[in-house]
């Protein structure tokens, strides 16, 4: 637990969906932010919660927008093609980006990329693709790119375009409701703004809190939900065991 009187900000782990999993051992790391944005900086894991086997809608977890405004130099998001052809160099290649970004974090080999050059290639692919989706790059080639973008905390403006082409995909089911939420949540925490899925959270003394407000209180259950993700109260006890140990 933190020393009296400190805090730390995380977020939780999962294998990648409820039935999908990129490298499960590696993604249940927790994830520190570098702390060098202007604005307040969150940290949570690369690997939220698992989310529920049937999650409703996608257009239910992209419903309400982020508060934030899309960069002005931001591509221009597009529904997803019909038809999309499976991409398997894209694919291998986003896989190997995450595989190096854990590795870096979890100590288990070395990571002579780094965040910012994965932004930079994130950024060059969103340009030429949109969002990597489900028929692009499958369904760990999309959740490695939501992960590079999560991890993206010192472009914040690339993480708000992402975002946005994100939404898109995830409307069309061709992108992670959960994966959405927390990409929105970190945005919002990091601006010090409500969070609307709650899974940016703090550890004190008294155990893990939201690290900026819900947006949406007494309607996080049924927020959640929408997104696939689990129900606030298993979410904050694995949060709890977390927090409770050392770092």
Do not use: K
Not at 87 to 109: C, F, I, N, P, S
Not at 191 to 212: E, H
């Amino acid at each position: 637990m933190a020393a009296p009187g400190a805090s730390r900000s995380i977020g939780a782990s999962r294998s990648i969906g409820a039935s999908r999993s990129i490298g499960a051992a590696a993604l249940l790391a927790v994830a520190v932010l570098c702390g060098c944005a202007a604005d307040p900086v969150v940290d949570d894991s690369s690997t939220p919660p698992s989310s529920s086997p049937t999650a409703s809608p996608a257009a239910s977890a992209s419903s309400s927008p982020t508060s934030i405004e899309t960069e002005p130099d931001c591509p221009a998001p597009a529904p997803p093609a019909a038809g999309t052809a499976f991409d398997q160099a894209l694919h291998d290649e986003l896989v190997a980006m995450l595989e190096r970004d854990q590795a870096g974090r979890l100590g288990t080999g070395p990571d002579e990329e780094g965040d910012a050059a994965r932004t930079e290639r994130l950024a060059e692919i969103i340009a030429e693709h949109g969002w990597p989706t489900f028929d692009l790059v499958g369904e760990d080639g999309e959740d490695a790119a939501w992960a590079i973008a999560q991890h993206a905390d010192l472009d914040p403006g690339f993480q708000r375009c992402a975002l946005e082409h994100l939404r898109v995909a995830v409307d069309a089911g061709q992108g992670s409701p959960g994966n959405l939420a927390y990409l929105d949540d970190r945005i919002q925490a990091a601006a010090g703004a409500p969070q609307r899925y709650g899974t940016q959270v703090a550890c004190t003394d008294d155990g893990p809190v939201p690290a900026t407000p819900l947006s949406d209180p007494d309607g996080i259950e049924r927020i959640r939900a929408e997104a696939g993700l689990a129900p606030y109260a298993d979410y904050l006890a694995e949060m709890a065991e977390i927090c409770a140990q050392p770092g």
